[in-house]
């Protein structure tokens, strides 16, 4: 087969380092974490089933809860039937501040103590029994159960059966609505319905207890100035009236102006001033109508006595009538003709008649005039004297306005204070801002154990813990996994990993075609890399501790070689424990040990192998101390007579692990290969191992990684074992 086999070794003796850390750079995450979980599926699935039948278990035995849920509507401001602010505005937080302190005044232990009273659920054993646990306090009993009740026995219940409310109560706000769902869960379908109906009816009444509340101290602090104010008032008004009394000042009407202030329209002396002026007015025209009678009838031939007097308008023209009938008896009787003696007389009479009359119609206008005069002259004198009435009022009232000042100023303050009184008493009257939507109604189903969500939640419970295991296991697993470990953790280049068989190791390294035999050919063209002459002439074999393929892979290498570079020579020195005789059907009584002891017959220990170019020499009997037998110089002596009569010389050296024998070995040979079974040998252990190799000055060839599982590695090593052979095997190889 060819050197380059294997493309990751092309030129150089650092070419495995290189290769191997491009392999661990270019290895993605996920299929580490994959590989891992590959390396641990089987207490993967274990730990995944154990939880997820716990899950179903737990889920049948669990006892069957029913939720009830009612739905709220918190509004962001409150219908006001008295249209009367309250001391807070309703507007004065942002929406998302005032909903959230509206859902932790939902969850508030408050409210819980309050549906707790409102239904007496401390004295209900039904509800202690609806969530599973006993009451505290055996003494406080109920039904056909009777006995004491202490009050501590009774605290104890109330607090335990908060707990319980707001352990089992959930609000769940509706997205982008001003709605929320308060439920209750319990294994009571009445019971669930009852707390939960009770919980958003006490929520409705502790909000407007809190607003009614939060204006108690303002009720207070306006009661006391109320009352300051009031005797303010009560004085100043007193003051008021008792100067008003003083000075003689009758008010009769006042207005109120904008600002609140009274003004005085009319007192007594003005409204009487009024009335006296005004029948003085009346007396003056009376006067000067009297007066003009008087003189029109005191006037010659005036027939003002006529126009207004019938009387004697009636006797002027039944005189005149007399003096007619007169003149026409002269005209045909003489002046002393009786007749005419007769009508003459009785114009006279007339005449005397009406001259009387116009008398005493003269006489009645002289007395009319001088009542009116007297009449004026008494009222004129009247108005004089409210005049000066009216001026000293009129001075007074400067005084008297500014006690009247005093007193609308305290009624002022009075009046708005008592309205800001009133108004906060009636400030919490009103529709409240939360209001049921929905009443909660008894539950027909229970809400849980729902059977395929617990076992969702008990397969992704079980995953966790499953990768939670698998992360713990790893990280306290030190072995060597991966072949690109090799070189990042042990500073040492990798020569090869060889696959884990289930077949028998010995028939798969002889058999050309299989996967063992492509591994160490691998690593047969990696040696031929580690020295400038190719191969190593004499090399040795050793690991950390027994049984990881440190004795299959000596007699591996040397089938490799022996087919393709000359005679090998394969030497068992670990005369501690010497398996490959054994296994290889050979004769064990003779060989290292007897050389070590002196026999310098060192040709009649070789044993051929039949079948191949390769020979065998055994560790021969165990002796006493194998350490003091390979700290000589005749090891050493034998390695140099092998190496004359054959091409290589492999060494099967004992394990590193508390014992001095590889290191003691290492310096009869060029180099050293230093296996490593994955999955198996503690970094810790492999670093020690090596320095101690590199304390005796060994040349630490590479290591060799055995009983690698490919499938584990995902693309990488193991990629190319078997390939165009159809073998797949994943079974670990014997040591």
Request: proline share 4%; hydrophobic share 40%; net charge neutral.
């Amino acid at each position: 087969m060819s050197d380059n086999h294997n493309p990751a070794f092309a030129s150089g003796t650092d070419a495995p380092d290189l290769a191997t850390k491009k392999d661990a750079r270019s290895l993605p995450v996920l299929l580490e974490y994959w590989n891992a979980l590959k390396r641990h599926m089987w207490l993967a699935l274990a730990i995944v089933a154990v939880v997820t039948i716990a899950g179903l278990i737990i889920t049948l035995l669990m006892t069957p809860q029913y939720t009830a849920t009612s739905r709220i509507e918190i509004a962001r401001e409150q219908a006001n039937v008295t249209n009367v602010e309250g001391l807070k505005r309703e507007d004065s937080t942002p929406n998302q501040e005032f909903y959230l302190t509206q859902y932790s005044l939902l969850n508030a232990r408050s409210l819980a103590q309050r549906v707790e009273r409102r239904l007496r659920l401390a004295r209900n054993e039904e509800f202690f029994a609806a969530h599973g646990t006993k009451p505290e306090g055996e003494g406080l009993l109920s039904g056909a159960k009777t006995g004491p009740v202490s009050a501590v026995e009774l605290r104890e219940r109330e607090r335990q059966a908060v707990e319980l409310l707001l352990k089992h109560i959930g609000i769940t706000p509706l997205r982008g609505s001003a709605l929320a769902d308060v439920s209750y869960t319990s294994a009571s379908r009445d019971l669930s319905r009852q707390i939960a109906n009770a919980w958003v009816t006490e929520f409705i009444q502790q909000s407007m207890d809190r607003r009614l509340s939060s204006t108690a101290d303002a009720r207070v602090y306006l009661e006391s100035r109320l009352q300051g104010l009031r005797n303010r008032l009560e004085q100043s008004e007193r003051d008021l009236v008792n100067y008003a009394t003083r000075q003689g000042i009758v008010r009769l009407s006042e207005t109120q102006t904008e600002d609140g202030r009274t003004r005085t329209t009319q007192t007594l002396a003005s409204s009487d001033l009024v009335q006296l002026n005004r029948l003085l007015v009346q007396a003056s025209a009376d006067r000067a109508e009297a007066e003009a009678r008087l003189g029109a009838a005191r006037s010659p031939g005036s027939t003002q006595l006529a126009l207004n007097n019938q009387s004697l308008n009636l006797m002027r023209q039944r005189r005149a009538e007399a003096n007619a009938e007169y003149q026409e008896l002269l005209v045909r009787f003489e002046p002393q003709y009786p007749a005419a003696q007769a009508a003459k007389e009785k114009v006279e009479a007339f005449d005397r008649s009406i001259s009387s009359e116009e008398s005493r119609i003269r006489a009645t206008y002289s007395s009319e005039y001088n009542a009116a005069r007297q009449s004026e002259d008494a009222l004129r004198a009247r108005v004089d004297k409210l005049l000066g009435r009216l001026d000293t009022e009129n001075r007074s009232s400067i005084q008297y306005n500014i006690y009247q000042r005093e007193v609308d100023t305290n009624r002022q303050l009075y009046d708005g204070l008592l309205q800001r009184y009133k108004e906060i008493g009636v400030a919490g009257v009103g529709t409240n801002n939360v209001s049921i939507v929905d009443d909660a109604f008894s539950p027909v189903d229970p809400s849980s154990p729902r059977l395929v969500l617990n076992m969702a939640i008990a397969l992704l419970l079980g995953m966790g813990l499953a990768g939670l295991a698998i992360v713990i296991l790893e990280n306290l697993d030190e072995s060597v996994r991966e072949p690109h470990q090799i070189a990042d953790k042990l500073d040492v280049p990798l020569l090869g990993a060889v696959p884990a068989v289930d077949d028998e190791a010995l028939a798969d390294i002889d058999d050309p075609k299989s996967i063992m035999s492509e591994a160490y050919m691998t690593v047969r063209t990696n040696l031929s890399f580690s020295t400038d002459h190719g191969v190593p002439k004499t090399f040795a074999l050793t690991s950390t501790s027994p049984s990881e393929g440190k004795s299959t892979s000596a007699y591996a290498l040397a089938r490799v070689l022996g087919r393709t570079a000359g005679s090998v020579v394969l030497v068992d020195v670990d005369m501690r424990r010497p398996v490959v005789a054994s296994r290889l059907g050979l004769d064990n009584r003779k060989g290292v040990s007897n050389f070590l002891a002196g026999d310098d017959d060192w040709q009649s220990l070789i044993q051929a192998i039949g079948g191949s170019n390769v020979s065998f020499v055994a560790a021969g009997p165990t002796p006493p101390s194998a350490s003091e037998l390979l700290s000589g110089d005749r090891l050493e002596l034998l390695v140099r007579k092998l190496s004359e009569k054959f091409d290589h010389v492999i060494l099967d050296s004992p394990p590193m692990l508390g014992l001095s024998d590889a290191a003691l070995i290492a310096k009869t040979v060029e180099g050293v290969i230093y296996v490593i079974e994955a999955d198996r040998t503690a970094v810790r252990a492999s670093q020690a191992a090596l320095s101690r190799l590199r304390e005796s000055r060994a040349h630490i060839l590479g290591a060799l990684l055995t009983k690698y599982r490919a499938k584990q590695s995902g693309y990488g090593y193991g990629y190319g074992y078997g390939y165009g052979y159809g073998k797949d095997h994943s079974a670990e190889q014997a040591a």
